[in-house]
């Protein structure tokens, strides 16, 4: 099915498979967002339609992350990012198929860019 993508959206894969080869393959970290559907979650929407559909935020993540979202009653994603408290983000690494790092809970966009940025400098200072 390969990226869905919309001007100043993030780009989503559409599988954990793909979304891992593809981070491999740009070396890149993978970034994968777990949400709830039932019952809905509204810290998960709220995430969703605030923090992650800010443009600055779409654009940090599409630039330096390969995306990737799932749903926790799905569990086509390994059972190691199992969360059960959502929303929750876990940055792995490609090369090692380790976390990163996992942020749990809503964050608004700026404390949200800081973590981000944060991550991104310690992935760049471990290569």
């Given amino acids: ?3 869905i993508w919309l001007f100043g959206a993030i780009q989503w894969e559409s599988d954990f498979q793909t979304a891992y080869k593809k981070a491999f393959k740009e070396k890149k970290p993978l970034f994968v967002f777990m ?13 969703k339609h605030t923090t992650l559909h800010d443009a600055n935020i779409s654009n940090i993540i599409n630039q330096r992350f390969v ?7 799905n569990q ?3 059972a190691s990012l ?3 408290y959502v929303p929750a983000i876990f940055i792995i690494d490609p090369a090692t198929n ?3 790092t996992r942020i749990i809970g809503y964050w608004d966009v700026h404390d949200f860019q800081s973590d981000l940025d944060y991550i991104f400098r310690l992935v760049k200072k471990k290569k």
């Fill in 1 to 3: 099915m390969g990226a």
């Fill in 35 to 47: 949400q709830r559907l039932s019952p809905p979650c509204r810290w998960c929407e709220k995430m």
């Fill in 67 to 73: 995306a990737l979202k799932v749903t926790r009653e």
């Fill in 76 to 78: 086509d994603y390994p």
């Fill in 82 to 84: 199992y969360s059960q």
């Fill in 98 to 100: 380790k976390i990163i």
